[in-house]
């Protein structure tokens, strides 16, 4: 399967301070990033929709303005917690739809996630 | 009624059986539809893919849809302990571009 990278694997900050988490699609080209977030014992929560060179769709509930999104290239978006606190404490996972044509045209694979702790 | 449904087991089953996870899904204008495997701590690892009506065979995967009953099947053949993890059903609109997950099915294979 194609390959999505994240970095870092994981993070630990002090309040207050941002987070940048980088995800990259290796192998591939990606019409579309989404960002989830997931808390332990719970399902994945999608935070975001972004597309190469416009602005991201956030859900519901989901600050824009703490949670920046930069989707600068087909194969790389940032994720960016600003003035992170320890409630955003979380595992961040990336996610990369391939844009290819035939069987893999609807394919979604998933990064290996960020896991954030906030002091 | 939610979007996408799954029973969230725990699924427990010998080693060396069938694992069957069922998946049923409301909006009928769906079109492509995909099973992960998501091991605790870790991030979601696709299996399966499936886009038309009847049976895709993958190892020992097995994927069913039926797209008149509005479900999704996954069954796992001589499952092994490895395979305990939470199995999560996926669905995409036609004209949608995020997937619709449930809420997953909690797998256990004892030895």
């Known amino acids: 399967g194609a390959v999505v990278s994240q970095h870092p694997s994981w993070v630990i900050c002090k309040s207050g301070t941002s987070v940048k988490i980088e995800c990259r699609s290796l192998?591939?080209?990606?019409?579309?990033m989404f960002w989830y977030r997931q808390f332990p014992k719970q399902s994945l929560m999608l935070m975001a929709t972004?597309?190469?060179?416009?602005?991201?769709?956030?859900e519901q509930g989901v600050e824009k303005d703490k949670f920046l999104i930069n989707h600068a290239s087909l194969t790389l978006s940032t994720l960016t917690v600003t003035s992170a606190h320890p409630e955003d404490s979380s595992f961040y996972i990336c996610s990369a739809r391939v844009i290819a044509s035939g069987r893999k045209a609807d394919t979604q694979y998933f990064g290996p996630g960020t896991r954030l702790t906030v002091l | 009624q939610k979007e996408v449904e799954q029973n969230s087991g725990p699924l427990s089953v010998p080693e060396g059986a069938i694992a069957s996870l069922n998946c049923t899904y409301s909006d009928r204008g769906s079109q492509s539809f995909f099973w992960y495997r998501q091991y605790s701590g870790k991030s979601p690892e696709l299996i399966m893919s499936?886009?038309?009506?009847g049976d895709k065979e993958d190892g020992r995967f097995t994927a069913q849809l039926n797209k008149a009953s509005q479900y999704v099947s996954l069954l796992i053949r001589d499952s092994q302990p490895s395979d305990s993890a939470t199995y999560l059903c996926a669905v995409r609109a036609a004209a949608g571009n995020k997937l619709t997950f449930g809420g997953g099915t909690r797998v256990l294979v004892k030895p």
């Open positions: 192998d591939f080209q990606a019409t579309t």
């Open positions: 972004s597309n190469e060179g416009s602005k991201a769709t956030y």
């Open positions: 499936i886009y038309s009506n």
